[in-house]
């Protein structure tokens, strides 16, 4: 075998055996993405093998994060004309193309993430090995930007595993971990990490045949039967999606049924699909995820912490505490009540059942998870979080309490949703290193968690508490600290105005409908119900200074009714799920009526500095409130999709 080719994104080496390795390492970058500059070096190493044929050639990775991130995003944020979108389109079909044709056996063995164009990669392949390890994804997340899978995998993925399954990784953008991957047969084997390159050279050269789909789900595949499963799944569809916001799941159906899985024949639809404003919105979404993510990662600030002790075993400290177990976190969980803390594991191990599945690492979660009621925890923890009563008077004499117990470095921090942080900072010996750290309800959905300070937060407390959040798998926003912080601020005079609506005489059901028409995953009365009424209102009065509380909520507060935990509030809850009668028609103004508050309060949070800028608000209100992702965000819609909106 002749020198190996002079790369700077790979890394190439011939093996005793003849095998080739190929290993991923893209320059400047802490992951590997599929750029224009990648696909050239990947097809020049290809040419090197068409004229140097190797026994195999494995396709691994030399990035501690993982096998492949997809394409390069920010090469969509350029494309602006038609043969740019083909001309992308083709770059990764042909190269893949290529890949699946070559006349010597070729493995990717993936390790980590191995997304969208990563995936496809992947798929060319003749065989695929997972390395068994909590981190390896595999996912076609493409549905997720807006825009579709489009460099074979519409074609290769249904051809593997069948078109059911295909069809659910492609139209949700799910990710498989290694055991489903291996059970869907998407890989053809998971290995363990320390027999991943041994087994990768003994199975490239092994001669098997190509995995492929077998049963109904190879008949599903086959052309004479498309149209009946894509009219199958588009009802499916439409019904996740009646108002057709997104249209990438239509786009991935029409393509495979109709094309075969081959986006360079419907460049209309493609084209229409990339330049779109809802991909573009998406994209957009996209890098605000990152840009947060980035608030996660730890720097030479942030203190270590192993140990998290939390106080308060209710729904909310409860799940904190299961969630940190679920993420190797040591969790000691302190409360009055034994029954509460047996609740709270309850609730663990079933969230523990449904993410873990090995059941060896299910009871290794369970085992983090310490039951303490009498908070001997306080002292060892390097992370102590507050989770009781929303009541100033009793966090106050709670943190007199531990205060002193602490060891030397720990930080205290509070979940508080409604009160100011400068407030219970008051009391303390050393405030500097109390934070907020507030979670959403429930804390294994939502993604966003607000980190609060004050002028007198210790950088090192505040810089330990955003990379903690980071290590949960959850999206940090720093916040000041304000009524209401974000989230809360710009919900409550949403909520409220929602709750006024009903006092004049429209239904829940319709004002809910009005928002889920302008796109949003739930309306704000199910939603008020879903957080609680009682603390809807505690945030309503933090925020509405002079005006009364709706008289709909009075009522119902009165009555004990507080929304989905008590089983009736604007709703009837039944197995956690509302109870609604037909919606009727809203009027025609009503969700511009309903979200003008909401618009209006984040752009005052923005001016007072609450957050940072525009973009951050827009990212902490999709992402902690489910605002339509397709919109770009609040700030965003307002200035590019609506006339500017001022409060009714």
């Not at 990648?38 to 190797?54: G, Q, S």
């Not at 308060?312 to 969790?331: E, P, Q, R, T």
């Not at 009160?419 to 008051?426: D, G, R, V």
């Not at 608000?617 to 609506?642: C, K, M, N, Y």
């Amino acid at each position: 075998m002749s020198a190996t080719p002079d790369l700077q994104n790979f890394e190439c080496r011939i093996d005793a055996a003849g095998i080739a390795w190929l290993g991923f390492d893209c320059a400047d970058s802490s992951v590997n993405r599929l750029s224009r500059e990648v696909m050239e070096e990947f097809n020049a190493a290809l040419d090197h093998f068409d004229r140097h044929r190797p026994a195999g050639l494995v396709i691994h990775s030399l990035k501690p994060a993982g096998f492949i991130a997809g394409a390069d995003i920010r090469e969509f944020d350029a494309l602006q004309t038609p043969e740019g979108v083909t001309e992308l389109i083709r770059r990764g079909w042909n190269a893949f193309e290529r890949l699946a044709t070559v006349h010597y056996p070729t493995l990717a063995l993936i390790r980590g993430h191995c997304l969208g164009g990563g995936l496809e990669l992947a798929l060319a392949c003749r065989y695929r090995l997972a390395v068994d390890q909590p981190d390896t994804r595999l996912a076609l997340p493409e549905v997720m930007l807006g825009i579709s899978p489009a460099w074979g995998g519409m074609r290769r993925l249904p051809a593997l595993i069948g078109a059911p399954a295909a069809l659910d990784m492609m139209l949700t953008g799910r990710a498989v971990d290694a055991r489903k991957a291996a059970r869907l047969g998407l890989v053809d084997a998971r290995v363990p990490p320390r027999l991943q390159m041994r087994a990768a050279a003994q199975h490239v050269v092994s001669g098997k045949p190509r995995m492929q789909a077998r049963g109904m789900g190879r008949w599903l595949n086959h052309s004479a039967a498309r149209q009946l499963v894509m009219n199958h799944t588009l009802k499916k569809v439409n019904a996740r999606d009646p108002y057709q916001h997104y249209m990438a799941p239509r786009a991935i159906l029409q393509i495979w049924a109709r094309h075969d899985g081959n986006a360079l024949t419907a460049p209309d639809l493609l084209n229409d699909l990339v330049r779109s404003e809802t991909a573009r919105n998406l994209i957009r979404v996209f890098h605000l995820q990152d840009r947060l993510k980035a608030f996660g990662k730890r720097n030479e600030l942030a203190g270590e912490v192993r140990h998290v002790h939390v106080i308060g075993a209710g729904v909310m400290g409860g799940d904190i505490a299961a969630w940190c177990a679920l993420k190797d976190f040591k969790v000691t969980l302190q409360d009055q009540s034994r029954d509460r803390i047996a609740q709270a594991q309850g609730r663990a191990h079933a969230l523990f059942s449904r993410r873990i599945k090995p059941a060896r690492l299910q009871r290794a979660a369970a085992d983090r998870l310490i039951p303490d009621p009498d908070g001997h925890g306080i002292t060892q923890a390097d992370l102590v979080i507050e989770a009781i009563t929303e009541d100033l008077e009793a966090k106050l004499a709670l943190y007199a309490r531990i205060e002193p117990r602490m060891k030397t470095g720990a930080i205290l921090a509070s979940n508080t949703s409604s009160l100011s942080l400068e407030a219970l900072q008051a009391g303390l010996q050393q405030p500097q290193r109390l934070v907020g750290i507030h979670f959403f309800n429930p804390v294994a959905k939502m993604p966003l968690v607000e980190v609060v300070e004050t002028p007198c937060t210790d950088p090192a407390a505040r810089a330990t508490a955003l990379a903690f959040v980071g290590r949960l798998g959850k999206l940090p926003l720093p916040v000041l600290d304000a009524p209401g912080f974000l989230v809360n601020a710009v919900l409550a005079p949403y909520i409220l105005e929602a709750m006024r609506c009903v006092d004049e005489g429209l239904s829940p059901e319709t004002v809910d409908e009005a928002m889920k028409v302008f796109g949003m995953p739930m309306g704000p009365l199910e939603l008020a119900d879903t957080v609680g009424l009682d603390i809807v209102q505690a945030a309503g009065q933090q925020l509405a200074g002079d005006r009364a509380m709706p008289a709909c909520l009075t009522s119902l507060l009165a009555r004990r009714q507080l929304g989905r935990k008590s089983g009736r509030g604007f709703y009837v809850w039944k197995d956690g799920k509302p109870e609604k009668q037909a919606p009727g028609t809203p009027p025609a103004n009503l969700a511009h009526r309903l979200i003008a508050p909401l618009v209006a309060k984040a752009r005052e949070q923005v001016e007072r500095g609450v957050v940072a800028d525009a973009d951050l608000a827009d990212a902490g209100v999709i992402f902690g409130t489910g605002f339509a992702p397709f919109s770009g965000g609040p700030l965003h819609w307002e200035q590019h999709r609506a006339p500017a909106v001022t409060p009714v």
